[in-house]
Every structure is written in C-alpha cells, then in structure tokens.
C-alpha cells in the first residue's frame, strides 16, 4: 500500500512563533526538517481531504533517572493522565507531556491500560523463588491511588499460580512456563478484563491449557479483586482461522475514555472483542517469504446462549470486505498486517479502530464496520472513507522504529515509537480546503 505524506504549514508557522525552528525541529540540516519542508511544498491538488499530522513535540521526558527506554505501551486514562511504560518501569505524564510520577518495575513493564474505576493494570515479569529454584514468571499488576498520586500495588496475578490455567489441579510451574508471556489486557464493561497470553504449549491434552488464549478475570466486588474465570477455549490456538488465538499480542474491546453509562445486559446483549495475532515470524523468515497470517485481527462476538456464550466470528466485517465499492481497504483484507503489535478504539463515538503494526512501522485505521479510514469530512466528493493509514521505517515525522502501542484520546493518537525512544502523536486534520 502507498502511505501519503502530509504536514500543515500552520503547524510550522505556529512552532516558529512559539519558539523557533531551532528549539522545535532541530537545525536546519535535521532530517526531520527536511521531512517538513518538503511536504509542505506538496502542490495543492495533490492534498488529501483527511490527515493525520504530527503534533510536535514528541515526548521523551519522564521522571525516571533516564528518558524513555524502548516504551512498549501507552494509554491514556479515564483521568486523562498518560501512562507509558517500558525497560524501566510505569510512567505517568500529564497531557502536556509533563512527568508527573514514575513507578520504578524490575525488568520493565510490557503493556498498560486502566478500568473505570482509576485502577492501572500493567504486564510484566518477577522473580519468585519454588522448591530451591528462582522462576521468573509472566504477572498483571494491580495498581491503585495513582490519579491522587500516592499509588500502591493492590493485586499480583500469577502465571500459572493465579490464572487456573492447569488441569488437574497442578500448580507448580514448568519449565515452560518461563517462555510464556502476558500481551495486552482489555476492560470489560464492567471492569473485569480479557488478557491475551502467548507461550510454545498449545497441546489440549497436556497437562496444560493451550498458553496461546485469552483469559478472562472477572471482578468480584465483595474482595475487590480479579478472579480468573479460565481460558475462551473456543479460540484455537493451532489452526489459524476466523476464531482463533495464534501467538495472540494484543486483545481489545470497546470500552475506552470518556467514561460512559453501560446499560450492558449479559443475558441479553452480544459482546465484541478483537484479537491480534502472529505467526512470530523472525525476521530471516519475513526476508526469506514466509508468508503472515492471512488475517491478523479477528473481530469475535460473545453472544449469550442459553448453554453458555457462544463465540462467534464477526460476519458484519466479513460481508464488508466482500465488497469493494464500501472502500478502499478493510480490516478483513488478506495479509493486511504483518504482525500487529497493539491495537486501540476510539471510545468518543468516532469508533475508529487503530491497529498498529511492528514489522510494517506503519499506523492503520478503521471505521467500526471494518473499512479503512475514517469519515469523509463535509463537503468532500467522496462518499467512502478516506484512507489515513500512514507510516514508514525511520525517524521521520511520521515514520516509526518498531512500534509497539497505541492510544486514543480526544481527537490525537498516540504511538509508543519504541525503537525511536519516542511517544509520537498525531491528529486528524480535515481541514484542507
């Protein structure tokens, strides 16, 4: 696919008010200037309807000892403060950008987000110590009290101890389960959760559950914690197909800030998930051809049933990639992603879906129905959504270095530019008349 560039010279007329060439792009040689520039001379008739552009500058300070170290995620919470986390631990920055609080993980943290209650959940790793042996195991740490700045860990949840993940009632870890890893985590409408976990077991009959899955954590109000509920065994973890759960990186529903009033029915009203997924493809095998998954990101429904839920594949978004008059691109197109590493929604109504691709270096978005782009501003000829996906290997403006984590809030996306050391962000800009 071909990735249009675009910058607003408003951007840069108002950079250089505030505070100079110098202090907002570097000297005039950097080769993001560059970038700028010559977009910015881009002929008029060439300019798209809808963009998104960068919003300078990038954050990079933290209250940590070091700036970011490789982020592996971000969100941005119900109380509108931004969490990163990466190689050194939890940050918090306001929406200035301003660090605020730093919360100092051993070995870093992979994934972050927060329920409707102000309460942060991170993934990560610890040490623990079992008949004579350290083990160092996947966990989802609980965190209260951080919007009021006096944050405290409130729940550790263990992989296998605390996850129920083992037939037979067998606890102890094995040498397995070093390898296996917590991907992402996704609130529910009532703030219990879905994580998504990846690890080599996927034999049904062992001992073990397949560690490729999603695991479902409900809250129980009365000890105000999260109780493993088991594994959505319906995803098969071996067979890639349109319910599946291979090597699964990022698990995402649709409940996002601005907070809102459910009227959520379980016995009544479906449920929507979606799934990424990778083959885990090293990169010798993507240079050599192997081939990804022909699709990356399944949307699954939880439809209550009489004997239970029943998950089932998302026809909707199939039937719209069946037919090419409705866009451009779809979510359901083949081989549409590489290896998705992180996906968000837009709980503001727009309901844009954004899924973001390492291998790629690239940001896609989508409506709800599953087309990419987003709506066609107001008077424009089209009556399709204009495709706004963008990106590209490097430090440019709007290229990436190995992305790992999205985040929505308030019209502007952020991007956890892990291999630029980077928070990058970026707006909509229907404004090219």
Same mark, same amino acid.
């Given at each position: 696919m071909q990735y249009r560039y675009l910058t607003v010279v408003v951007l840069i007329l108002q950079g250089l008010i505030l505070s100079g060439c110098d202090?907002?792009?570097? @000297?005039?040689?950097?080769d993001t200037?560059? #970038?700028?520039?010559?977009?910015?001379?881009? !002929?008029?008739?060439?300019?798209? #309807?809808?963009?998104?552009?960068?919003?300078?500058?990038?954050?990079?300070? +933290?209250?940590? =000892?070091? @700036?970011?170290?490789?982020?592996?995620?971000?969100?941005?919470?119900?109380? !509108?403060?931004?969490?990163? &986390?990466?190689?050194q631990g939890l940050h918090v920055l306001d929406r200035a950008g301003r660090p605020t609080l730093f919360i100092d993980i051993e070995g870093g943290a992979t994934s972050v987000i927060q329920d409707r209650l102000l309460r942060v959940?991170? %993934?990560? *790793?610890?040490? +623990?110590?079992?008949?004579?042996?350290?083990?160092n195991l996947p966990v989802i740490q609980k965190?209260?009290?951080?919007?009021? $700045?006096?944050? *405290?860990?409130t729940q550790t949840i263990w992989h296998p101890f605390d996850d129920d993940s083992r037939k037979f009632n067998r606890p102890d870890p094995l040498t397995t389960d070093e390898l296996v890893e917590y991907t992402g985590i996704s609130i529910r409408y009532d703030n219990s959760f879905y994580a998504s976990r990846k690890g080599p077991v996927n034999d049904r009959t062992s001992v073990?559950?397949?560690?490729? +899955?999603?695991m479902v954590f409900l809250y129980d109000e009365? +000890?105000?914690?999260? &109780?493993? *509920?088991g594994a959505i065994t319906a995803l098969n973890p071996n067979q890639p197909n349109l319910r599946s759960s291979v090597f699964p990186t990022d698990v995402l529903t649709t409940i996002h800030p601005p907070q809102r009033t459910f009227s959520f029915?379980?016995? #009544?009203?479906?449920?929507?998930?979606?799934?990424?997924? /990778?083959? /885990?493809?090293?990169? !010798? !095998?993507?240079?050599?051809?192997?081939? =990804?998954? /022909?699709? @990356?990101?399944?949307? &699954?429904?939880?439809?209550? %049933?009489? /004997? $239970?839920?029943?998950? *089932?594949?998302? @026809?909707?978004l199939l039937i719209a990639a069946a037919d090419p008059d409705r866009g451009d691109g779809f979510l359901y197109e083949e081989f549409k992603f590489t290896n998705p590493s992180d996906m968000t929604f837009a709980g503001d109504g727009t309901n844009y879906i954004f899924v973001l691709d390492s291998i790629k270096d690239s940001l896609f978005v989508f409506t709800a129905g599953g087309v990419e782009g987003v709506a066609p501003p107001p008077g424009s000829s089209s009556s399709i959504p204009v495709v706004v996906s963008f990106g590209g290997s490097g430090d440019g403006a709007l290229q990436f270095d190995d992305p790992q984590g999205v985040a929505y809030f308030d019209r502007i996306v952020y991007v956890a530019d892990t291999g630029n050391n980077r928070i990058s962000r970026f707006r909509l800009n229907t404004d090219f008349e």
């Open positions: 202090d907002l792009f570097g @000297s005039k040689q950097d200037t560059d #970038e700028i520039f010559d977009a910015g001379r881009i !002929e008029p008739s060439l300019v798209n #309807e809808a963009e998104y552009v960068p919003l300078f500058p990038f954050f990079t300070l +933290t209250a940590a =000892p070091q @700036s970011f170290q490789a982020p592996k995620d971000i969100y941005v919470g119900y109380d !509108e403060l931004i969490y990163v &986390v990466d190689e959940y991170i %993934t990560a *790793r610890k040490d +623990t110590m079992l008949n004579g042996r350290n083990w965190y209260e009290g951080i919007t009021t $700045g006096i944050p *405290r860990l073990i559950l397949p560690h490729n +899955t999603l009365a +000890t105000d914690t999260h &109780v493993n *509920r029915d379980p016995l #009544e009203d479906d449920e929507q998930f979606f799934v990424a997924q /990778s083959p /885990s493809l090293s990169e !010798e !095998e993507i240079n050599a051809g192997v081939a =990804p998954l /022909s699709f @990356s990101v399944l949307s &699954v429904l939880a439809v209550p %049933t009489s /004997s $239970g839920i029943d998950y *089932r594949p998302d @026809s909707d």
